[in-house]
């Protein structure tokens, strides 16, 4: 598809990807491509309307567990207890949370990391470039607006197939919400 991956992924057994920017349903094709690249194996969060028929049985496949986002089902504490279950574990997830605008990233990777005490690898999905851009770990500090402000300026000038980011990164960190 003339994509090609920097950087490397840490050799941890644990971890959270954060994949960003989430514009498009390329997205998904894209990531889809780039596990099946580096043969990563991985977990993914994902609308439950993406795990009807004919779609479900290919997501679960691919690693994907259905979220019912209409109702609160405390993922986050869900998801840290199955990092605690494992002994390998990576999750994927788009930080948005949607592939339309936002002005700020939900939370719910960050407490997810941070209770689970595991890094977060910052992922960019750079369609000006075509590249899967793998970024250093981060370790969280407890300080979710300020840590998020530093993973958001990790993104900056990465153009996602939609729209790039519209705002400086300092001015897009400060804005975080709960979820």
Do not use: C
């Not at 479900?56 to 259905?66: D, E, S, V, Y």
């Amino acid at each position: 598809m003339g994509w090609r991956v920097t950087g490397r992924l840490p050799d941890l057994p644990r971890f959270v990807i954060i994949a960003a920017p989430h514009t498009s349903n390329w997205d998904f094709v894209i990531g889809l491509a780039a596990k099946l690249a580096l043969r990563l194996g991985l977990t993914f969060l994902g609308k439950d309307t993406l795990f009807r028929f004919p779609l479900g049985p290919l997501m679960r496949a691919w690693g994907g567990i259905p979220v019912d986002r209409s109702t609160s089902h405390d993922v986050v504490n869900g998801i840290v207890e199955e990092f605690a279950r494992r002994d390998r574990m990576v999750l994927a997830l788009a930080p948005e949370g949607t592939r339309k605008p936002v002005s700020r990233w939900r939370t719910g990777f960050y407490h997810i990391a941070h209770a689970a005490r595991v890094p977060i690898v910052p992922v960019a999905l750079n369609f000006g470039a075509k590249e899967i851009q793998i970024l250093e770990p981060f370790d969280t500090t407890g300080d979710v607006e300020a840590d998020v402000r530093v993973l958001r300026a990790r993104y900056a000038g990465v153009r996602g197939r939609r729209r790039m980011f519209s705002e400086s990164p300092m001015d897009a960190a400060t804005r975080v919400t709960t979820g």
